[in-house]
């Protein structure tokens, strides 16, 4: 199971801080991704990070501002939102899986695959207005 929170109002230039906690891990390696949907637009895949030995992944339209890191203890992965844009509007969810294919595509240039995910938390909604 996994429970995200953290979304809410920013403005632009603001920072947010979003957490997915995921309970009931019985796999390793694993992976999680964080995805965004913004309004009448497609699901994309914008971090990730492999538990095997920490490879992350950030889409080009986030790359520089959103860092994703773990707390393996907690078992917990954050998305840290820094410089946000009102086009970072959407809801972000959090999705794992153990696949290769998955660890593969999260370590490749291509990153996360929404296809290959089965598991996803609920959504959060970030609103990056002034």
């Known amino acids: 199971q996994l429970v995200v929170s953290g979304g809410g109002l920013a403005q632009p230039g603001g920072s947010l801080t979003l957490a997915c906690v995921a309970s009931?891990?019985?796999?390793?390696?694993?992976?999680i991704a964080w995805f965004r949907q913004a309004p009448e637009k497609e699901r994309e895949g914008i971090s990730c990070?492999?538990?095997?030995?920490?490879?992350?992944w950030h889409s080009e339209s986030v790359k520089g501002r959103f860092s994703i890191s773990r707390d393996s203890a907690k078992n917990t992965v954050f998305l840290q939102l820094n410089s946000l844009k009102p086009e970072d509007t959407a809801v972000y969810y959090c999705?794992?899986?153990?696949?290769?294919?998955?660890?593969?595509?999260?370590?490749?240039?291509?990153?996360?695959?929404?296809?290959?995910?089965?598991?996803w938390g609920q959504g959060t909604l970030v609103t990056v207005s002034s």
């Open positions: 999705a794992i899986d153990m696949s290769p294919a998955t660890l593969w595509y999260c370590g490749s240039k291509y990153g996360p695959l929404t296809s290959l995910y089965d598991h």
């Open positions: 009931g891990l019985t796999s390793d390696p694993w992976v």
């Open positions: 990070i492999s538990s095997s030995d920490n490879t992350t």
